[in-house]
């Protein structure tokens, strides 16, 4: 359009762009196409598509999301390329799982490994720097399963499609305080550890009469917090 074109009480443009009224009928025939071919797509590719999505399964969603946007509005575009790009996109898919059945390293290669995040009640901050996780992220899903004592837990996996696997001691373990600074009157409100720190940045405990004033042995930091249990 041309400038001189576009008026601001032009409401009809507004909302029906330059498409005219019989288009409106014409989208409810290609939703319905789109609708259909994308359930038909996701079916093709299996159960996964319906629950965690990994990474080639999101990248094949986005492609077919933009492949049916520009039929579904340009009146000028036909419907049969959404039915070849579906067909495309489903096709490498179901490649890339065969492929990954038959080699763990392609799939390893592809989908990417998991990651150890935490050991025995230890923040593994290497790992963590590498699979982009922050110590805020990883203490939020801890309470979200009802963990506030980082001792308690015995392994943290970062699986290959993102989500986390905790798996905890069956005793109760001294450990650092995953309660946020921000709540000092539920902190005091816990079952601290005599003569035991925990490192406010890894979790690494050490036995002291008082609140160390030396590096953690094992990242360096000297900001410590008195144990718990829970």
């Known amino acids: ?37 994308l359930v038909l797509s996701m079916r093709a590719m299996g159960k996964r598509m319906a629950s965690m999505l990994s990474r080639t399964e999101m990248a094949a969603l986005v492609s077919l999301a933009a492949a049916n946007g520009v039929a579904l509005m ?14 495309v996109v489903v096709g490498v898919q179901r490649l890339i799982a065969w492929r990954s059945t038959q080699d763990a390293s392609f799939e390893e290669m592809v989908m990417d490994d998991m990651d150890i995040l ?5 923040l593994q901050l290497d790992v963590m720097e590498h699979a982009r996780i922050t110590k805020d992220r990883l203490f939020a899903q ?12 015995q392994r943290t996996y970062m699986e290959a499609n993102g989500s986390f696997t905790i798996m905890q001691f069956p005793e109760e373990r001294p450990g650092l305080s995953l ?11 816990q079952n601290f550890v005599p003569e035991t720190y925990a490192c406010k940045n890894c979790g690494n405990l050490v036995k002291h009469s008082q609140s160390p004033q ?14 718990i249990v829970s």
Do not use: H
């Not at 340009?74 to 067909?87: H, W």
């Not at 030396?214 to 144990?227: D, I, K, P, V």
């Open 74 to 87: 340009e009146p000028s575009r036909g419907i049969l390329p959404i039915a070849i790009i579906a067909i």
């Open 179 to 189: 309660i946020p600074d921000i709540d000092p009157d539920l902190q005091k409100e």
């Open 1 to 37: 359009m041309k400038p001189e074109e576009i008026q601001i009480t032009d409401w009809l443009r507004i909302v029906m762009g330059e498409a005219p009224w019989i288009f409106l009928l014409e989208m409810v025939i290609r939703i319905a196409f789109i609708y259909f071919v």
């Open 142 to 153: 801890f309470r979200r399963e009802d963990i506030f004592n980082l001792g308690k837990v």
């Open 214 to 227: 030396t590096n953690c042995t094992y990242c360096g930091s000297r900001e410590w917090n008195q144990a």
């Open 118 to 122: 935490v050991k025995d009640g230890l």
